[in-house]
């Protein structure tokens, strides 16, 4: 288990074929790394985590797997897990074929590729996440986000800055968000709490649902669904509306331009088949 001394934060780099990576950001002067075997019994598991590079210096750490060769038709590659204990602020990027990622702690910068697995997060910086098949979850992003998935859910509880989320076949459920939010989906619902921004959410087949807005302009979309937009109290709102086939509502009082001053938001909203929406916001409304 090899142990470095680390007493600032560090930039970890994964290159992953297969297999599992923990990752734990904490309080501490030092970076330890463990790499097993996941199946300690596989002699394909036991070779990639004997081959498994681990390399440290001037603060940047560097976890490798060796690359899969002469698997025949039906062979597979050997898979580790990877432990990686860390100081608090550490800079990630990894990139893996096959391997899901869990992150604890507070982490600085984090970017991590994987064609398929899930990745969650607990706690970090600037975020870029991108996986072909897996669910995306992270609790809180102190900057911008980037997540895209083509098959999975997308959960995003607090960012500080903007968010980008692209989600072809799955559920997008974003708390809170600070700045801009854009959301594009193919296939599936999209809640959002409380947006900071602008937002610009579509979706081909889904609802739409956005608790509270306060300012910006709000532009939804869906071909088959309903879409529902709350505005906060205290803020006039310009509505845009239009379904195909489906019922308006609009739960706004009338009102005339906004005072000097005033918060305003401008609603646009479109549904080939569903129902629209307009209600004031709720204190607790949130995704």
């Known amino acids: ?17 297969v297999g599992d990576a923990q990752i734990a950001a904490a309080d501490r002067p030092d970076t330890v790394v463990e790499v097993r075997p996941t199946d300690p019994g596989s002699d394909r598991d036991v ?32 898979s580790v897990d990877v432990r990686i204990a860390l100081p608090t602020g550490s800079r990630v990027r990894a990139d893996a074929a096959v391997s899901a990622f869990h992150c604890t702690g507070i982490l600085g910068e984090t970017r991590i590729k994987t064609a398929t697995g899930d990745v969650r997060v607990e706690h970090s910086g600037v975020l870029d996440l991108n996986t072909a098949a897996g669910t995306i979850v992270v609790e809180t992003a102190d900057g911008d986000v980037h997540a895209a998935t083509a098959s999975g859910a997308v959960h995003l509880g607090s960012v500080a800055g903007s968010a980008v989320v692209r989600n072809s076949h799955g559920d997008s459920r974003i708390g809170r968000v600070a700045g801009e939010l854009r959301v594009n989906a193919a296939n599936g619902d999209i809640l959002v709490g409380q947006a900071g921004g602008d937002v610009t959410a579509t979706t081909a087949n889904g609802s739409i649902r956005v608790d509270e807005v306060r300012c910006g302009v709000v532009s939804v979309k869906t071909a088959a669904g309903s879409v529902q937009v709350g505005v906060a109290r205290g803020t006039a ?51």
């Open 47 to 78: 070779r990639a985590a004997e081959q498994t590079r681990v390399e440290y210096a001037d603060g940047r750490l560097l976890v490798k797997t060796p690359k899969p060769r002469n698997l025949g038709l039906f062979g597979r590659p050997g």
């Open 237 to 287: 709102a310009y509505l845009d509306l239009h379904t195909s086939f489906g019922r308006m509502r609009n739960g706004l009082d009338a009102g005339g331009a906004p005072e000097p001053g005033e918060s305003s938001v401008e609603v646009r909203a479109r549904t080939s088949f569903g129902d629209i929406t307009v209600v004031r916001a709720h204190a607790g409304d949130v995704a």
């Open 1 to 17: 288990m090899p142990a470095f001394e680390s007493p600032g934060p560090i930039t970890a780099t994964l290159e992953l074929e």
